[in-house]
């Protein structure tokens, strides 16, 4: 086994750079923020603060400050984040331009060393730079193999012996693959292997850069690997101090987010009057018209976030790393709800008892789910794939009737059904709006519950896709929670804004 699998990883400078640089208490954070005192009858639109004029150096340093935000919250949140090979499109000019280049300079490595004598000008200048390479992958516990490579790819030595004749190429390339194969992961193991029975020098060279680069994405991956327990640790307070340094630069960095939290005060508020006028207590009075709870603010906020209209809104700047995640469960969500509607409307149309036969409910929730796989592309036609659902749906209806010896639907209320799955095409269709507004309050209360470990309740007729319905619900809670740790101080600051007038007490109760 090789050293670099045996010991153990080190931190290198940047994160421990990373982990001195992390301060920032809520209460700092707190200090910063101006209160102001807008009535909460009133919840004012969010306005912008006076442009501040920022030099070329701040903007690029506060550009590089968001950038190591957002990839150090990418590893935090994502437990598959990897690095990849940069590959270039096909027939891309980039591409075109990157062959010609190499091919350029690697003809002229073959003719020089083709000449008599050779001349190992080229030669040697890859030398070094695999020799740096190489040190490169080594950790603070390896002075034995590092000792051992400055030996063997001595620069100066290696001019000497070429100089007077005596320089071994294919010696020199034994030993680096040699290095190579002891520095690099196992998944490298059949590449190195390959370098061995490649005999001429300048194809053997491009073969060991080419799997150079490959280790060089796999330490990469190993340092993410490596640094992620010490970046979850403090990943709050490193994101929260990164965009505070980004706040400062940018005052107005939290117009969206104010927005956000505001439209989520009045839909609780409104509703909470509503419920007051339904019950016939009238209109609330202007003490009962309190603020509702801080964090239930928050995550009525949270749930509106599964129902953006992302082509056409900005996204709150605390989440805006996270746009892609809840967009994905967003679409996850809307799919569902087709799926579960349609499922709904199939079991009550069929005999009682058909959805709990073994096999046949999955059966038919994958013939569903697969034809729905499409459903958020551009070209997806949704009418045209639930009436394909519909009839598709009858036929297995039919055959699970015939199996059991039930009797079988009749003509009309085959057309019945196939009806009311196109019908399901439609947002404002009753079973779906159902359908959805029950995945909505599972959501709702798997987020209040704080991610315990019991699940709440799946509302009645989600039973079908309650499998799918949790593991979204896990993800939505866990990234909305990472997001709470970070920036509540942030979202307590705007709400007080909103609701504490000034020189009085805020009502933070419902």
């Known amino acids: 086994m ?23 208490t809520d209460e700092s954070v707190r200090k910063r923020i101006r209160q102001s005192t807008p009535s909460p009858q009133r919840l004012p639109r969010p306005q912008s603060s006076p442009p501040r004029f920022v030099s070329v150096d701040e903007l690029m340093e506060t550009v590089k400050g968001v950038t190591n935000m ?49 001349t190992y000008d080229h030669a040697i200048k890859l030398v070094g730079e695999i020799r740096e390479t190489l040190l490169s992958f080594l950790l603070p516990g390896h002075s034995r193999l590092r000792n051992q490579i400055r030996e063997v790819l001595d620069l100066d030595l290696i001019k000497q012996e070429a100089e007077n004749g005596a320089l071994d190429i294919s010696r020199l390339a034994e030993f680096i693959i040699g290095m190579m194969g002891t520095l690099c992961a196992p998944a490298r193991d059949e590449e190195i292997k390959k370098l061995k029975d490649i005999k001429e020098i300048v194809p053997l060279f491009r073969a060991m850069f080419s799997v150079l680069d490959l280790m060089k994405v796999d330490m990469a991956n190993f340092a993410v690997s490596s640094i992620r327990p010490h970046l979850m640790h403090q990943s709050v307070e490193y994101e929260r101090k990164k965009f505070q340094e980004f706040f400062e630069k940018q005052p107005n960095a939290l117009d969206f987010v104010t927005q956000w939290l505001e439209e989520a005060s009045e839909d609780l508020i409104n509703q909470r009057n509503k419920n007051s006028l339904t019950a016939g207590e009238g209109a609330l009075g202007p003490e009962e018209m309190a603020a509702p709870c801080f964090l239930t603010i928050q995550n009525h906020a949270y749930m509106k976030l599964l129902k953006w209209d992302h082509l056409h809104r900005p996204f709150p700047e605390t989440v805006l790393m996270d746009q892609p995640r809840f967009q994905e469960m967003q679409q996850e969500l809307e799919r569902l709800s087709v799926v579960g509607a349609t499922l709904l409307v199939t079991y009550s149309a069929s005999a009682p008892g058909v959805s709990s036969l073994a096999g046949f409910a999955e059966k038919l929730k994958m013939v569903v789910q697969v ?42 209320k085959e057309i019945a059904l196939k009806g009311q799955i196109q019908a399901i095409a439609s947002p404002d269709d009753p079973i779906r709006k159902l359908v959805d507004a029950r995945i909505q309050a599972f959501l709702e209360a798997y987020l209040a519950s704080g991610l315990q470990r019991s ?48 020189g009085s007490r805020v009502s933070i109760g419902l």
């Not at 551009?378 to 598709?392: D, R, S, V």
């Not at 993800?475 to 307590?492: A, E, G, I």
Request: charged share 25%; aromatic share 6%; net charge negative.
């Open 2 to 24: 090789s050293e670099h699998r045996e010991d153990k990883p080190h931190p290198s400078d940047s994160e421990r750079t990373l982990e001195d640089g992390v301060d920032g």
């Open 70 to 118: 957002a990839l150090a919250h990418e590893i935090v949140v994502n437990g598959d984040f990897q690095i990849k090979p940069t590959e270039l499109p096909e027939d891309s000019l980039q591409k075109k331009v990157r062959e010609i280049v190499h091919k350029a300079f690697w003809d002229c490595l073959s003719v020089q060393l083709s000449e008599d004598p050779p």
């Open 371 to 412: 034809l729905l796989t499409d459903m958020h592309l551009p070209a997806f036609n949704l009418n045209e794939a639930l009436a394909t659902i519909g009839e598709k749906v009858c036929v297995e209806v039919a055959g699970c009737l015939a199996q059991c010896g039930f009797t079988p639907l009749s003509v009309d």
């Open 455 to 502: 699940l709440p309740a799946v509302p009645g007729g989600l039973g079908p896709i309650q499998k799918e319905l949790e593991e979204v619900a896990v993800k939505f809670v866990r990234l909305v929670n990472y997001n709470r740790m970070v920036f509540s101080p942030y979202y307590d600051a705007v709400l007080t804004k909103i609701f504490k007038p000034e």
